[in-house]
């Protein structure tokens, strides 16, 4: 594992933070090009994109704290300290930046859905990038393996004890991530209402995210409820939300003309 690409004076540089910002440039260019397409312009894209980055970090930096609270009950202040203590959760992230965003339309007096339909790709290409920052950090990954890709990982962060080989999740969610994307492109001319795309994305990526924590259960994910885990139950409770409103959205645009 490579946790610290290299240091700069007295200060390292981690792999996990340099892929998620190289994540965020990625889906910014492809954002402003989902812009164009959407009849939006391209400083819009940069503006949503600066808005969930902010939201998105801040979501995801409040919901690892509140689930692992007991970590910080003695030290709350050490909860600011996300250069040092790391943690992020990425459901909170997609809660800060669906606010950041829904914050963003009402400020420009746009449609929410539009928004999101222009950030959907975005959000599966950054997600892939940075879940190989997530490998190299030697974070997040499944249950022992004979597989011949099986990965030694580093009990902890710079430990030189490792687990036996292991599935390397958080490639196999990388990789998902980019199926995903692949989906989104070819779907989109077919999508008759905006906010569909959005939806569906949630909708793939939830089915992709329960998949991945079957591997994980018992290792870098804890059981939470019934048998599942944290990340589970919440993919459960979007996905059902997002079909919902993937029809429902549907049965409202069937007349709307559709992007090129």
């Given at each position: 594992?490579?946790?610290?690409?290299?240091?700069?004076g007295?200060?390292?540089?981690?792999?996990?933070?340099?892929?998620?910002?190289?994540?965020?440039v990625?889906?910014?260019l492809?954002?402003?090009?989902e812009?164009?397409?959407?009849?939006?312009s391209?400083e819009?894209a940069?503006?949503?994109?600066?808005?969930?980055?902010?939201?998105?970090l801040?979501?995801?930096?409040?919901?690892?704290?509140?689930?692992k609270?007991?970590?910080?009950?003695a030290?709350p202040?050490q909860?600011l300290?996300l250069?040092?203590?790391g943690?992020?959760?990425y459901h909170g992230?997609l809660?800060g930046?669906v606010a950041a965003g829904l914050?963003l339309a009402?400020r420009c007096?746009?449609?929410?859905?539009?928004l999101?339909?222009?950030a959907?790709?975005?959000i599966?290409?950054?997600?892939?990038?940075?879940?190989f920052?997530c490998?190299l950090?030697?974070c997040?990954?499944?249950a022992?393996t004979?597989l011949?890709?099986?990965?030694?990982?580093?009990?902890?962060?710079?430990?030189?004890i490792?687990?036996e080989?292991?599935?390397?999740t958080?490639?196999?969610a990388?990789?998902g991530?980019?199926v995903?994307?692949?989906?989104?492109?070819?779907?989109?001319?077919?999508?008759?209402a905006r906010g569909?795309l959005?939806?569906?994305?949630?909708?793939?990526?939830?089915?992709?995210?329960?998949a991945v924590?079957?591997?994980r259960?018992?290792?870098?994910?804890?059981?939470?409820l019934?048998?599942?885990?944290?990340?589970q139950?919440?993919s459960?409770?979007?996905?059902v939300?997002?079909?919902?409103?993937?029809?429902?959205?549907?049965?409202?645009?069937?007349?709307q003309?559709?992007?090129?």
């Open positions: 594992m490579l946790p610290t690409l290299f240091h700069i007295p200060v390292a540089v981690r792999s996990y933070g340099t892929l998620l910002m190289l994540g965020f990625a889906g910014i492809l954002a402003r090009r812009a164009k397409r959407l009849g939006l391209a819009l940069i503006d949503l994109g600066l808005w969930v980055l902010v939201g998105g801040l979501g995801a930096r409040a919901l690892f704290v509140a689930l609270w007991s970590d910080f009950a030290r202040v909860a300290y250069w040092q203590e943690g992020l959760s992230g809660l930046g914050l009402r007096r746009i449609s929410f859905w539009s999101a339909d222009m959907a790709p975005s599966a290409l950054s997600y892939g990038i940075t879940r920052g490998f950090n030697g997040c990954y499944g022992p004979t011949p890709w099986g990965v030694r990982f580093p009990l902890f962060l710079d430990s030189r490792t687990t080989p292991s599935h390397p958080q490639i196999y990388a990789l991530s980019f995903i994307l692949a989906l989104l492109m070819k779907a989109r001319p077919r999508l008759p569909q959005f939806l569906l994305y949630l909708a793939l990526y939830s089915a992709l995210r329960a924590e079957v591997l259960k018992g290792y870098t994910a804890q059981v939470f019934d048998g599942l885990t944290q990340a139950v919440a459960a409770a979007i996905l939300g997002a079909i919902f409103g993937f029809i429902h959205l549907g049965r409202g645009g069937r007349n003309p559709r992007p090129a």
